[in-house]
């Protein structure tokens, strides 16, 4: 009986802990005994009704199984292929890191080599870069976002799952990407705030942060992360997010978006 009690005093501080006491991405979240605590003690009701059909817009790898030998057991004669069996498998390959080598050509004109004094070489250009004079590409860029901001999958954690395909890059760096993305993003998200002010309605909410290191505020002090959607009945669902350091800020925003 004491060690039930026990048990459950630690489960109720436990719970207690976690949704009244400090988070932090570093902090455990039940990482290993996830797939046991959430296995269910039964098999799931659909396994009863066929295996579940995959999307038909995953590409397909065929992968075609033989017999090694197809002689007849009965009559020692070669068999033939009368049919097959098919199923299917999920297959999931992790990301893959690439290199994109750039070569600008180089041309010059034989003619001018041979009768002129100077020879002009040209050099062919490549596409504008998102970020002039940098490692990253559109697609490093997009993958490093989203893994953030939509997966929710911090820098430090990228950084690790970079290092495992020996490519060294540090959470500074990962963080200015992110920075210049969300500057070349930018007319993007005041086109997506233009369509939400010309909904009939909106649906929004505030939540408090407090922002390191910004100018004329001490860490304590609060800023409003805001989030704007559009309705349940928009044709074109439109989610923006907006950091606001003081409340008159927020209030003020509030009037412009409600047309008030």
Known sequence: MLRQIDLLISKLNLSNSKRFGKQSEKAPRGTFNEAESTQSATEPKHHNKGKQKLPEHLEREEVEHQLDDTSCDCCGHQMHVCGSEQSEQIKII?????VIKHKQLKYAC????HTQLKNKVVTASKPNQPIPRSIASPEA???V????????LPLYRQ???FKRGDLDLSRGTLANWCVKSGAILKPLVEAMQQHLVAQHSLCADETRVQVLDEPDKSATSQSYMWVYRSNEVSKQPTCCYLRLPTWAKSQKLNLILTGL
Do not use: F, M
């Not at 992790?94 to 690439?98: C, G, L, M, T």
């Not at 034989?110 to 080599?113: F, G, K, Q």
């Not at 976002?145 to 929710?152: G, I, S």
């Open 94 to 98: 992790p990301a893959k890191i690439s």
């Open 110 to 113: 034989r003619e001018c080599e």
């Open 145 to 152: 976002v989203t893994a953030k901001y939509c997966d929710a």
């Open 141 to 143: 860029l997009a993958a």
């Open 159 to 161: 950084v690790e799952i």
